[in-house]
């Protein structure tokens, strides 16, 4: 029986919650041509999803095409294979994944998760930048926190406290599974960082760059006066008015990393003192 593609466009990005609509539509597999463009797998077509789609994300641009069925649980299961990432990573992305590195840091990811495995350059150079910190932040804030491999790596790495938030609540699902998977007990909320009370030493925004946008200043508002904040998911021709826009919140560029095509931005906090000049925290 043939497989019913839906090819999903849109002018702009793509919505940051689509992974988990299509998950509650019953997709069966994903193919990210571009952040404008994705090619959803369904056993066969229905106007229900696409209905349900056009409904939670309006400017979506949706076409049907049909190709011969593939096992897309066996071709899954075929490309698992462990992740090496920066220094000191590995990234499992099923349980029963060998692991090539015993002497690395091993992250396990829930199979089939669709909300951040760390093959992209986005997830990569933030694990990477956690391996750069000058010191291990003791209180962490992963924002769209997705699988939830970044606070997986943030309790790793030393961290005390993790809360990780994401308006996606099947990705909350996933981000409890792979703490319980990896036994790191960080905390889950539905949510944004509008609704995480108290500041934290390092703040994770792995979002695309139109919602860091929209949200800054709740960022700002959960960084510790001598906190970091991690921005990444912005695609390369954002970046300037990104980096605008946090200038303007008084933060301070401490390093970048790009791969052409998305930026990863830290940034630290400017204080006014004395005579009102700006100067950094010491």
């Excluded at 199979?111 to 291990?136: I, K, N, Q």
């Amino acid at each position: 029986m043939p497989s019913a593609v839906l090819v999903i466009q849109c002018k702009e990005s793509l919505p940051p919650g689509l992974s988990g609509e299509l998950s509650r539509l019953g997709v069966l597999g994903v193919w990210e041509i571009s952040e404008k463009e994705w090619k959803a797998f369904f056993k066969r077509r229905s106007r229900r999803i696409e209905r349900a789609l056009a409904q939670s994300s309006p400017g979506l641009e949706l076409l049907w095409e049909t190709q011969p069925d593939v096992d897309w649980a066996a071709r899954y299961q075929a490309s698992l294979k462990a992740l090496v990432v920066g220094r000191r990573w590995v990234v499992l992305p099923a349980p029963n994944v060998e692991n090539p590195w015993p002497g690395r840091t091993v992250i396990r990811l829930v199979p089939g998760g669709a909300f951040g495995t760390g093959e992209h350059f986005t997830t990569a150079s933030c694990l990477r930048a956690l391996d750069g910190l000058p010191r291990v932040p003791e209180t962490v804030l992963d924002v769209g926190c997705g699988s939830g491999i970044l606070s997986v790596a943030s309790m790793l790495i030393g961290c005390g406290r993790v809360v990780a938030c994401d308006i996606d609540l099947h990705a909350c699902k996933a981000a409890r599974e792979t703490a319980d998977l990896n036994r790191t007990p960080y905390f889950v909320l539905a949510g944004s960082a509008g609704d995480v009370s108290g500041r934290f030493d390092l703040v994770l925004a792995n979002i695309l760059a139109e919602t860091l946008l929209a949200i800054f200043s709740d960022l700002s508002d959960r960084l510790a006066p001598s906190g970091i904040l991690m921005g990444s998911g912005i695609m390369y021709e954002k970046g300037e008015e990104v980096l605008q826009a946090a200038r303007a919140m008084g933060l301070e560029l401490r390093s970048k990393a790009t791969d052409g095509d998305w930026w990863t931005f830290t940034w630290t906090r400017e204080y006014a003192v004395g005579n009102g000049q700006n100067k950094k925290q010491p």
